[in-house]
């Protein structure tokens, strides 16, 4: 399945990415932060053994096996220095490619494959959290639009991940060994299941670890205690659940976890800066204002969303919803409002300025789950929404009256629908991508009722005669997902119909 997607905007992408360089600094990086690691999870294992008990089994062992004592085989102490994950490759001669081995007389297939690394300034590249049979990983897709007018898109590289990911967002700030450069950077923040941010450099292939973790967690005073999960101010004790990178204070990330915190983090120093635990239940959604830098909007499973300043938390204004909280989106062409999205089919439209006050409009937009959301930045009133019941649908909420424009059952390319993203640089390419395990890039564009609806908002809907509607998707061998993987409800598109809206007194009709 993919749990999230994240564009990367044309030319932020090295040209050129760089090769893994394991030289003695970045050795000595990741033997630290792998034998800490080890060590933790070593501690866990002789926890886990110790509460279950040691069975008390009388032995019966052969007395010519005796004398190996294979019975506390497991509890040998080995002798001198502790060997770590990397305790063997020092002193060994490393080389980035085959070609500067002197011994290896083959090319490596990189090597003759080279130009398909090669990032034009044309390009897009996509970000997918993606896990396949318990292993998780991001896939980094390179998008080329203009391939014979019809899009073409192919994994580019990829990254190992620790655990389940929940979240992607993209910065520019630089960390970790990169980060004397003073250009512009090309990194991802993932929050997954475990309580760490990993932030990773898109512009380097065969990373091995990191460039950062934010909220590493110390280790306990006892040998053996469990770690607290009790909410605090300088990390997280649960699953990270989303992150939101101020694009103003370039260096200020924030996140929102299950141990029903938001932090902020510090870059520069990676450290957590301000926490904030004005939600009492697992927070969701997190996002900043467009235009007032320090504003921020928060929704949880408490069934509420708060907006306040993060300079003045404790002046918050707050909002009572009736589910839980899905996705949270400011409106990009008005910044004093904001869309948020919940488990039970509704997406409200709220003013910022009027904590507590009925939404502006209620549209009630799928059956099930509105569990993906975005806006467009480039029309205004054009919005659309992924659900769990397998559908995509492109709405008009201009002058706050929604009306459907079009809808797209994708149960049997992408199942249910986790998350929707719209291209910076190609405002009409929608990236879906869901329980499937699939991406798949629709041109909404190529649509004539979005044409229609949308027609003098946009030279580039006016632009665009197509015949018919262009999906760029992966070709896969794999067969098919069953019904259950699948899982999601059968929408009969005849019975589809334009959804009811209400006005300002929040009355559904």
């Not at 979240?167 to 090309?186: A, H, I, M, Q």
């Not at 928060?298 to 589910?323: E, H, I």
């Not at 009925?358 to 099930?368: I, T």
């Not at 908002?457 to 061998?477: F, L, Y």
């Amino acid at each position: 399945m993919i749990s999230a997607l994240q564009w990367v905007r044309r030319g932020a992408a090295q040209a050129k990415p760089d090769k893994y360089d394991l030289d003695e600094k970045e050795f000595n990086r990741i033997n630290e932060f792998a034998s800490q690691h080890l060590a933790d999870a070593k501690e866990d294992l002789e926890a886990a053994r110790k509460a279950e008990g040691k069975m008390d089994v009388e032995s019966n062992t052969d007395p010519e096996l005796a004398e190996y004592n294979l019975d506390d085989y497991d509890e040998e102490k080995p002798q001198g220095q502790v060997a770590t994950v990397f305790s063997n490759l020092k002193g060994l001669t490393y080389y980035t490619s085959n070609r500067e081995d002197p011994y290896i007389t083959l090319r490596d297939e990189e090597d003759e494959d080279a130009g398909d690394l090669l990032i034009q300034p044309t390009d897009n590249l996509l970000l997918a959290a993606k896990t396949e049979d318990d292993i998780s990983h991001l896939e980094i897709y390179l998008y080329d639009e203009s391939a014979d007018n019809e899009g073409n898109m192919y994994v580019h590289h990829d990254i190992m991940l620790p655990a389940f990911p929940l979240c992607l967002e993209w910065l520019d700030f630089r960390v970790g060994r990169k980060s004397s450069l003073e250009t512009p950077g090309n990194y991802v923040a993932i929050g997954t299941f475990d309580t760490e941010i990993e932030i990773w450099d898109l512009d380097t292939i065969d990373n091995m670890y990191p460039d950062a973790v934010l909220g590493s967690q110390p280790k306990p005073k006892k040998k053996g205690a469990k770690r607290s999960k009790k909410a605090n101010n300088e990390y997280h004790t649960d699953a990270v659940m989303a992150l939101a990178w101020n694009k103003q204070h370039r260096n200020i990330l924030a996140s929102a976890s299950a141990d029903t915190t938001v932090k902020l983090w510090d870059l520069k120093t990676q450290q957590c800066a301000h926490s904030f635990n004005h939600h009492s239940d697992k927070v969701q959604a997190i996002a900043w204002n467009p235009i007032e830098a320090t504003a921020m909007a928060t929704g949880s499973y408490d069934k509420t969303v708060a907006v306040f300043d993060s300079r003045a938390p404790d002046a918050r204004a707050t909002w009572k919803l009736q589910a839980d909280v899905e996705c949270l989106r400011w409106d990009p062409h008005d910044a004093n409002c904001f869309y948020v999205s919940t488990d039970d089919g509704m997406v409200q439209y709220f003013d910022g300025r009027q904590g507590g006050a009925q939404p502006v409009f209620r549209l009630h937009a799928h059956d099930k789950a509105v569990s993906a959301l975005d806006i467009n930045t480039t029309i205004r009133g054009c919005i659309v929404t992924g659900s769990t019941d397998g559908s995509v649908k492109v709405w008009d909420v201009n002058e706050n009256r929604p009306s459907m424009i079009t809808s797209r059952n994708v149960k049997s390319d992408i199942g249910q629908v986790f998350s929707i993203t719209f291209c910076p640089d190609a405002p009409f390419n929608l990236a879906m991508a869901g329980s499937a395990g699939k991406v798949n890039i629709w041109d909404i564009a190529t649509n004539a009722g979005v044409r229609r609806a949308f027609e003098g908002r946009s030279a580039i809907v006016a632009s665009t005669n197509a015949e018919t509607e262009r999906v760029v998707a992966i070709p896969s061998d794999d067969e098919p997902e069953s019904e259950e993987d699948m899982d999601g409800a059968e929408i009969d598109m005849d019975d589809v119909a334009e959804s009811d809206y209400e006005e300002e007194s929040g009355d559904d009709v």
